[in-house]
Each structure stands twice: as C-alpha cells, then as structure tokens.
C-alpha cells in the first residue's frame, strides 16, 4: 500500500466551470469504457481470451484472489461472531494512518475551509448507503440506518438536494432509508429517480416520465434496461453455483448482482471466486468489479456512479455553473468512480469514509459512519447559521 499523500495541496482552487455540453446519454452509452473497467482486476475480454488455465488458476493468477482479499479492511481477530448484525470493525495502524490522513485530511478538521469555499454555493450532496450511512456488519439484509442517521440525513435534504448512490437495487435502498425528500440512484447508479427537469433530454429510451413514492412526477433513467433478463438468469445462475458454499450469499440488485464471500471461510474464496468466473466466460457483456467482500457483477456499459453524479447534477440544472459544489461522501471501490468525476473536472469533493489508507480520487476522508454523521450535522448547523444571518428564517 502506498502511504505516501497523493496530492501535493488538498485545497483545490476554485472549480472551473465546466464547458461540456450536455450529458451525451444518447450515443456513447453502450460502448465498453475501458476507464470504468481499472477496478476490476478480472476484465472479462481479457481472461475470456486467455488460456484457461483449469482448476482454480485463472482466479489466482489474474488478480482475482488478491482483490478478493483485499477487499474490505481485516476484522480484529478478536471480535467474536455475536449475531447476524454484528458491526465488523477494524484495526489501523495508527502511524500508517496519520501518515495516510496528510494526503487525505479529515474533512472534520477541514470543515471551516469546506464549507469557506461552499458558502456562496449551491451544494449538493451524494450519499453512497453501506460503509458510509449505515456500518459494515455481516449480514447484508441487517444493514440499517440508525433513526439519528436518518433524522440527519433528513436535516441535510432540507437545505441541500441530496441524493442516495447505492450498489443496491432502488427499491432495497429506499426501504433502509425510508426518507421521500432524497433523489435516489441504485444499481450503482444504473436506476435512477431524480426531478423532472428541462435540462435533461427524456427522448432516449431509457429515460421516461415517472412518480416517485409520494406520487410526484419524476424523471426514470435505467441505462441498463436490455439487461434485466440476462441479469435475472444470472442471478439464479449464481444462487445454484454457490449453493453449496457455507456463508455464501446473492442479491439480486436489478441490473447487477452481488455474491458475498464475508461470510465464507477464507479456504473457499478461491472456490467461489472461480464459479463466478467461469460463469462469466458465458456473459461476454457483464463484468464483475470487487466490493467490500462481495463480488458485483454488472453489465458492460458505459455507466457508473460517476455518471450518475453528472446526470444528476444535470437534473437538478446544477451544471455548467460555477456557483455549484457537489459533495459526494462513499467508502467503496465504486465510489471512486464519483469522485474521480469530481476531481477531473475540479467539481466539487469527494470523501472517502475508510479506517486504513488506501489510494483514492477523493480530497477528504472521514474514518466511520459516526464521523459522516458528525460531518452532516456540522453541514446543517452551518447551513441553518447562514441562513439566521442572513435573515432567511
Ligand atoms: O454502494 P453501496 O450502497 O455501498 O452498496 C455496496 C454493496 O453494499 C452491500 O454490501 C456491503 O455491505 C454489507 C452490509 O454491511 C456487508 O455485509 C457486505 O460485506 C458489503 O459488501 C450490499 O449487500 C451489496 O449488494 C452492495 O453492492
């Protein structure tokens, strides 16, 4: 792991408007984006292409079992399994970590300078859900928010639009959040609910007039819709295969699916690893990409949370200003993609919730969900501070 700070000046200068015209959701989506493809070790072209090597190989040599492994931050050996909610936590090493945080400095104690440069800013908030709303714990269906996570997250939907990014289906997200004032993009982005708007083109076939929760009209952008059933079949697909793997789960996230390898015995991951792999060699346009002890795998297309973020801001006419800061807070491999497009184009800031160093697009980092909460309510308290000196209440 490289502990060296990645950038030389955390304090960017001001964001240069961007002069992109807008989002280009009609010609380029279904190409291949080889620059979405770097997080996953096993690019499926490639191995299909290769030899096969037999028995467990491919797994092992092409990066599969070290990405696998190092997936998620180790758990304290001695934590003991107490229930199927347990909360795994983490040792750091303290140095390294120090170290780490003059690269990525907590956005805590940078807080004055965020919101400096955020004052006379729109800010937008993006929220990813698990690692950074609600802790990592063992059982994925046990992942639930805290009700005063909520009622902060409710605060900062308030004064900001914010919006909820999550490798989980729509639906499963906004049954954990539970909150009507957010936009939300699930599927890692690839099924999206955000405002009606004129700014954002819903000719394209995957984008059509809708209702949200409480029956208010809303935009639906599913850029992955050709994939349902293929995803469908690979879901039962990957529930068969791992069947008889202890620990071994699937979720079916609509236009992705998600095998947890967490709770199987290291010895297996191999195993499960190369079922997944082999399968893949079926599926010439999915992919897998590496989460946090879960293998995800999605369709080929030019789509990630990133876009998501660009569409998003697009909706809500938040682009192309220079009077604008999106926020986008996530602890997973696939958040990087958001806030690399914050960084590229010198948008706004990312932040990283992470209790280890490890290498990251984002600006800023926060070390657990206690910390985004704390940082939110700091957001809040700010904001509602404004508005009193300002005469707005
Ligand atoms: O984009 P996210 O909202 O962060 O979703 C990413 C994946 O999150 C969930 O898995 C992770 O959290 C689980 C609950 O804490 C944990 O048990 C698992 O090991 C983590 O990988 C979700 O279950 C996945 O389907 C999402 O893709």
Redesign the pocket.
């Known amino acids: 792991m490289d502990l060296k700070p990645s950038h030389a000046s955390p304090i960017r200068s001001d964001p240069v408007p961007t002069n992109k015209s807008r989002l280009g959701i009609h010609s380029s989506l279904l190409a291949c984006s080889q620059q979405d493809s770097p997080l996953s070790p096993g690019k499926f072209p490639k191995s299909n292409s290769k030899k096969n090597m037999g028995g467990l190989d491919d797994v092992r040599s092409n990066g599969w079992l070290d990405a696998m492994k190092a997936s998620s931050p180790p758990r304290k050996k001695s934590i003991h399994k107490a229930s199927s909610a347990q909360v795994a936590s983490f040792d750091y090493d303290s140095e390294d970590y120090n170290l780490w945080m003059q690269g990525y400095p907590s956005a805590l104690e940078a807080f004055e300078k965020i919101v400096d440069f955020g004052k006379d800013k729109k800010i937008a908030m993006f929220l990813?859900?698990?690692?950074?709303l609600?802790p990592?714990?063992?059982?994925?269906d046990c992942?639930f928010m805290s009700e005063p996570m909520r009622k902060t997250v409710r605060s900062v939907a308030k004064y900001f639009p914010t919006a909820i990014i999550?490798?989980?289906s729509r639906d499963k997200?906004f049954d954990l959040v539970k909150l009507t004032e957010l936009y939300y993009a699930g599927s890692?982005g690839m099924d999206i609910i955000g405002p009606v708007s004129d700014t954002v083109s819903i000719n394209h076939p995957n984008c059509v007039k809708s209702t949200d929760h409480e029956g208010k009209e809303t935009i639906l952008f599913q850029p992955a819709r050709e994939f349902l059933p293929m995803i469908d079949e690979v879901f039962k697909t990957l529930v068969e295969i791992t069947k008889d793997i202890e620990g071994a789960k699937v979720?079916n996230?609509k236009f992705c699916a998600?095998v947890?390898y967490?709770n199987v015995e290291e010895n297996n991951w191999t195993m499960i690893g190369q079922r997944v792999h082999d399968m893949l060699k079926n599926y010439p346009r999915l992919r897998s990409t590496h989460?946090?002890?879960?293998l995800?795998i999605r369709p080929v297309i030019d789509w990630n949370k990133g876009k998501a973020v660009e569409f998003l801001l697009e909706s809500l006419g938040l682009t192309d200003r220079n009077d604008v800061l999106p926020i986008y807070i996530g602890?997973?491999k696939?958040d990087e993609d958001a806030f690399k497009v914050l960084r590229e184009s010198n948008l706004g800031y990312g932040i990283l919730v992470s209790s280890v160093g490890k290498e990251s697009n984002a600006f800023y980092s926060l070390r657990d969900t206690n910390e985004v909460m704390k940082f939110l309510q700091l957001l809040v308290n700010w904001k509602t501070e404004e508005e009193t000196k300002h005469g707005k209440k």
Not at 128 to 132: L, N, Q, S
Not at 291 to 294: A, E, S, Y
């Open positions: 990813d859900y698990d690692g950074t609600s990592i714990v063992e059982d994925p992942a999550s490798g989980r997200v890692h979720e996230h998600s947890h967490r989460g946090r002890k879960v995800e602890d997973d696939t």
